[in-house]
């Protein structure tokens, strides 16, 4: 098999393949354009969107052509696939917004140098389509009953599914289409749900371009799907009480984004370090021979090294030192502040972790202390009605609040 399949396979990238064996052989034959798609439906990409964009970087490794897709056009319609819903519209001038920030964050990790990866925006092809045009050109090429009997399909058939959603295969396939005649692009690759979608796309390709011997080699294209990635409790990975951990650091900090890596199940551990950096697979077996803990910091570092860059996750394990060692640079832990003034009076805890948006609303730190989980500086809070003074202050004239074990926040007076 091509070594840059045994790779994928090797870390975890590998459900289904259209044919892997023809797909082995091309890519024996010299560099693979590909392409793997996201749709901008929000301001930012989360880490759940980020499995084939590693995949994408280890495939670019092999010499292979990677194109990132962003859906300025197929976003206007949202997928269907993996929704129990229909995702809510949202404007163009919004879509085109996200399409910006979100070829940001993919061109920091990627490295788009117009050669071995580069960025595409289906909204070129697809805002201006007549729509009878494509309908009978394209439209003519897909059986309905076929499309029902996708498993995407037909779970939302039970609760409804809107005529909008239902061209959105069209609209991915036609995309396989374009890149396929724009810039030779011969393989697509995407999660699991994707595989009817990706599989229609190949069919679509093989019916119009497709015929003679000499044609069906030259625009013979390949579909491969990577697992749902989920946590070893069977929830999606990358979710957290606050929601999704998003790339943007605005929307989840880059502390936060690092403590997610650092404290994973103990079984995930491998399989993230497999699909979430770029260490060998020699390494990371090392690495989790030793000290489960020590894996989960240098697997968190490596994952926020590679999102947020060397200086940030520098910046993210000495803030968690100083909240949990003692060592560290506390500089680096999630910092609000408080006015001196308040402190000096004498402040009640509640009101305390209120100023410092800390543990959520006041009845919840309440129920914090009653469960013996509200620390401050170290010392457990045991009375809901209990004063914080200067006196109570570290060596720097600063407060520690911690809530359980994972969670912590400084406190500097202004």
């Given at each position: 098999?091509?070594?840059?399949?045994?790779?994928?396979?090797?870390?975890?990238?590998?459900a289904?393949?259209?044919?892997?064996?023809?797909?082995?052989?091309?890519?024996?034959?010299?560099?693979?354009?590909?392409?793997?798609?996201?749709?901008?439906?929000?301001?930012?990409?989360?880490?759940?969107?980020m499995v084939p964009f590693f995949a994408l970087r280890h495939l670019r490794a092999h010499g292979h052509i990677g194109v990132a897709l962003i859906g300025g056009g197929t976003a206007r319609i949202g997928d269907p696939s993996g929704k129990t819903e229909m995702r809510k519209m949202i404007s163009y001038e919004q879509i085109d917004r996200n399409v910006e920030t979100i070829a940001a964050q993919l061109d920091a990790f990627i490295g788009f140098d117009g050669k071995t990866a580069f960025a595409a925006n289906n909204k070129d092809w697809l805002a201006g389509l007549n729509y009878i045009d494509f309908?009978?050109?394209?439209?003519?090429c897909f059986s309905v009953n076929k499309m029902l009997s996708f498993e995407a399909y037909r779970q939302r058939l039970e609760r409804g599914l809107s005529f909008i959603e239902f061209n959105y295969q069209l609209l991915q396939s036609y995309d396989f289409l374009c890149l396929h005649q724009k810039h030779g692009v011969r393989l697509q690759i995407g999660g699991d749900d994707q595989w009817g979608n990706i599989t229609a796309g190949v069919d679509l390709i093989r019916r119009k371009l497709g015929g003679t011997e000499e044609l069906n080699a030259r625009h013979t294209v390949f579909g491969l799907?990577?697992?749902?990635?989920?946590?070893s409790d069977g929830k999606k990975m990358g979710k957290?009480?606050?929601?999704?951990?998003?790339?943007?650091?605005?929307?989840?900090?880059?502390?936060?984004?690092?403590?997610?890596?650092?404290?994973?199940a103990d079984p995930d551990v491998r399989k993230f370090f497999l699909l979430f950096t770029f260490l060998s697979v020699e390494e990371i077996d090392e690495i989790c021979a030793g000290d489960i803990n020590a894996a989960k910091e240098r697997l968190a570092y490596e994952v926020t090294k590679e999102i947020h860059g060397k200086e940030a996750a520098d910046g993210a394990l000495a803030g968690a030192k100083a909240a949990f060692g003692g060592a560290g640079d506390k500089s680096q832990m999630p910092t609000a502040e408080v006015s001196r003034a308040k402190i000096e009076a004498?402040?009640?805890?509640?009101?305390?972790?209120?100023?410092?948006?800390?543990?959520?609303?006041?009845?919840d730190i309440r129920r914090l202390i009653q469960g013996g989980g509200l620390a401050v500086n170290g010392n457990v809070v045991s009375d809901v009605k209990a004063t914080v003074t200067l006196a109570d202050a570290d060596d720097s004239g600063e407060f520690v609040l911690r809530a359980g074990k994972k969670k912590f926040v400084r406190v500097v007076l202004v």
């Open positions: 098999m091509n070594k840059a399949l045994e790779a994928l396979k090797a870390r975890g990238f590998f289904q393949c259209t044919d892997e064996q023809g797909l082995s052989d091309l890519m024996d034959k010299g560099p693979v354009a590909f392409y793997v798609g996201c749709d901008p439906t929000g301001p930012s990409l989360h880490i759940g969107h309908l009978r050109d394209i439209g003519s799907t990577f697992p749902l990635i989920t946590r957290t009480e606050k929601g999704a951990v998003f790339l943007d650091k605005n929307l989840t900090s880059v502390y936060d984004f690092f403590q997610y890596w650092r404290n994973v004498g402040i009640g805890v509640i009101d305390l972790c209120a100023e410092a948006r800390f543990g959520g609303s006041k009845s």
